[in-house]
């Protein structure tokens, strides 16, 4: 069984569109998101450098639309559950949900991105009310590491699992962090991330984006959708939107998501472009799982192998 997921924020790098848009159609398909959103994601994906992509406003509509593309580029059919390789279940990373309710047809692409450029920029402004921001501890035990990082007024924002969390808060919470790191822990690492996000420090932005929800109407999953908030499945549209507006000021637990996906059943996993994040940690916690990471066009023979060695007929 197949899982097709998509990364979150600070998976982004300068010009990384650029290979993608060689590929027939996707620089039209580009064109037109940008026109919808008031965005040039052209630019962005392609001669932005790192500080302009870094910003939150611009990194998140930028990353659901290199997972859209490179997801079309692969030609696995993401909205149409019964059409022969549809994925077994499908997930997102932070931000990254917003792709995959395209990819489970909740919402169509141009919803999603006009969706999800309304929460880059109200979590843009909710970032610039207090300096904040995230940093990702390798290795450790979550039972020493989680109560660590409450003591010092951290978040563990992100549990990702494979001996990864992501804590987040204020800079100098995260100075203290660099300084006093929980027992076991090998390094802390500053993400490429605008605030201290899907913590409290977001909780302006969940109010317009519950207003912005109300004007879509989304369909059920044609797809199992499994939530980041408790890995999950959820059976409706209504309840997949309203996580989206939820998770943002909520911590990320990819951790029980991969216990979904081998609960499941799973036997491959493919991340859309920007991959390789994700990858990274099933390889370590989903030992057996083959993974294939889209990170330009050259990756795609490889993963539309695996696509025919995973899916149904």
Same mark, same amino acid.
């Given at each position: 069984?197949?899982?097709?997921?998509?990364?979150?924020?600070?998976?982004?790098?300068?010009?990384?569109?650029?290979?993608?848009?060689?590929?027939?159609?996707?620089?039209? +398909?580009?064109?037109?998101?940008?026109?919808?959103?008031?965005?040039?994601?052209?630019?962005?994906?392609?001669?932005?450098?790192?500080?302009?992509?870094?910003?939150?406003?611009?990194?998140?509509?930028?990353?659901?639309?290199?997972?859209?593309?490179?997801?079309?580029?692969?030609?696995?059919?993401?909205?149409?559950?019964?059409?022969?390789?549809?994925?077994?279940?499908?997930?997102?990373?932070?931000?990254?949900?917003?792709?995959?309710?395209?990819?489970?047809?909740?919402?169509?692409?141009?919803?999603?991105? +006009?969706?999800?450029?309304?929460?880059?920029?109200?979590?843009?402004?909710?970032?610039?009310?207090?300096?904040?921001?995230?940093?990702?501890?390798?290795?450790?035990?979550?039972?020493?590491?989680?109560?660590?990082?409450?003591?010092?007024?951290?978040?563990?924002?992100?549990?990702?699992?494979?001996?990864?969390?992501?804590?987040?808060?204020?800079?100098?919470?995260?100075?203290?962090?660099?300084?006093?790191?929980?027992?076991?822990?090998?390094?802390?690492?500053?993400?490429?991330?605008?605030?201290?996000?899907?913590?409290?420090?977001?909780?302006?932005?969940?109010?317009?984006?519950?207003?912005?929800?109300?004007?879509?109407?989304?369909?059920?999953?044609?797809?199992?959708?499994?939530?980041?908030?408790?890995?999950?499945?959820?059976?409706?549209?209504?309840?997949?939107?309203?996580?989206?507006?939820?998770?943002?000021?909520?911590?990320?637990?990819?951790?029980?998501?991969?216990?979904?996906?081998?609960?499941?059943?799973?036997?491959?996993?493919?991340?859309?472009?920007?991959?390789?994040?994700?990858?990274?940690?099933?390889?370590?916690?989903?030992?057996?799982?083959?993974?294939?990471?889209?990170?330009?066009?050259?990756?795609?023979?490889?993963? +539309?192998?695996?696509?025919?060695?995973?899916?149904?007929?």
């Amino acid at each position: 069984m197949l899982v097709l997921v998509a990364p979150g924020q600070g998976a982004q790098t300068p010009g990384f569109l650029t290979p993608w848009l060689e590929l027939p159609g996707t620089a039209d +398909r580009l064109a037109a998101w940008s026109d919808a959103i008031g965005l040039d994601l052209v630019h962005y994906g392609t001669k932005a450098d790192a500080d302009e992509i870094r910003d939150t406003a611009v990194a998140q509509p930028l990353l659901v639309a290199a997972g859209l593309l490179s997801a079309a580029a692969l030609g696995t059919p993401t909205s149409a559950a019964a059409a022969a390789g549809s994925p077994g279940a499908v997930a997102g990373h932070s931000v990254g949900e917003f792709t995959a309710a395209a990819f489970a047809g909740v919402l169509d692409d141009t919803a999603a991105l +006009r969706l999800v450029r309304t929460r880059g920029l109200a979590m843009a402004e909710a970032a610039a009310i207090a300096p904040t921001g995230m940093s990702a501890l390798l290795g450790g035990d979550p039972e020493v590491t989680v109560p660590h990082l409450e003591k010092l007024g951290l978040t563990p924002a992100n549990v990702n699992g494979a001996g990864q969390i992501v804590a987040a808060g204020t800079l100098e919470q995260l100075a203290a962090l660099e300084a006093d790191k929980p027992e076991g822990v090998r390094r802390v690492v500053p993400l490429k991330v605008a605030g201290a996000f899907h913590t409290h420090h977001m909780a302006p932005a969940v109010a317009t984006l519950e207003q912005a929800a109300q004007e879509l109407s989304p369909a059920d999953p044609t797809v199992p959708y499994v939530s980041n908030k408790d890995g999950q499945t959820v059976a409706t549209g209504a309840e997949v939107l309203a996580r989206l507006v939820g998770q943002v000021a909520n911590p990320v637990r990819w951790d029980l998501c991969m216990e979904t996906f081998q609960a499941l059943g799973a036997t491959a996993l493919i991340e859309v472009c920007p991959g390789g994040t994700l990858t990274g940690l099933a390889k370590r916690a989903l030992p057996g799982v083959a993974t294939v990471a889209l990170k330009t066009p050259d990756d795609l023979d490889a993963a +539309r192998t695996l696509v025919a060695e995973h899916t149904a007929v």
